[in-house]
């Protein structure tokens, strides 16, 4: 389906990390940050959703992202339902919170009515602090804030696979309700509930979702934005 969708390629970034099992859990960089525009039936967009995340809301390895991503997925219910927004995909493959720091403002150069977080699973898997991702998270909000007081902000919950240390993981986990709470942010609890660890739901490396996972992210994240449409 074609979304007059427009394509501004961004810089490739390199990232180590700290061992060879966690550089398995990443692949190459592709970053792309593209526009879906509402449908062509002359009616202006009055307001906007951007979707602010790493390669899961990029779509990366899917033959059409454009097409298949969950914010696309996304769009296409917006549409149905006949709703006047339009939806920006500023997802970076490989990005972390850190990284989502630095771009942020060029970002909002693009003013949300609606603000989707879905960074920090990289954090996770490069086994960045939690208290650092933590700090991120709330200043990336704040800065959303300032620039937008109005705008709604959702923060898109994650977890990291157990076998990469079940402390780890817990204190990965507890950073997205804590921030939600701090921030009066509304909280997904978790974007891959239902996918992560599902491999009929999952490409080869078993990490990103193929086109019926994001699917079913479309379903976890509509639940949760509709009423704020």
């Known amino acids: ?9 961004m810089p490739k970034t390199t990232q180590k990390s700290s061992t060879g099992r966690i550089r398995a859990f990443l692949p190459g960089l592709v970053a792309i940050f593209f526009t879906l525009l509402p449908p062509a039936s002359g009616a202006a967009a009055e307001s906007t959703i951007i979707f602010f995340g790493d390669s899961l809301t990029a779509g990366y390895g899917l033959t059409n992202p454009a097409a298949e991503s969950y914010p696309a997925l996304i769009h296409e219910r917006i549409r149905a339902a006949g709703l006047a927004w339009r939806v920006v995909n500023a997802g970076l493959s490989g990005e972390t919170t850190a990284g989502g720091l630095r771009r942020l403002d060029w970002t909002l150069r693009t003013p949300p009515d609606l603000f989707v977080l879905a960074l920090g699973a990289n954090d996770g898997l490069r086994g960045i602090s ?5 700090a991120n998270l709330e200043e990336m909000i704040d800065r959303v804030r300032r620039r937008r007081p109005d705008a709604r902000i959702v923060l898109a919950g994650m977890q990291m696979p157990p076998e990469l240390g079940p402390e780890h993981a817990a204190a990965f986990a507890r950073v997205f309700p804590e921030v939600a709470s701090k921030t009066g942010a509304t909280l997904i609890p978790f974007l891959l509930e239902g996918v992560g660890g599902v491999a009929e739901l999952n490409q080869g490396d078993r990490i990103h979702p193929n086109p019926a996972g994001h699917a079913m992210m479309a379903d976890t994240v509509w639940k949760i934005l509709r009423p704020l449409l």
Request: charged share 20%; glycine share 8%; proline share 7%.
């Open 1 to 9: 389906m074609n979304f007059g969708r427009t394509y501004t390629k």
């Open 130 to 134: 939690p208290s650092l991702m933590r």
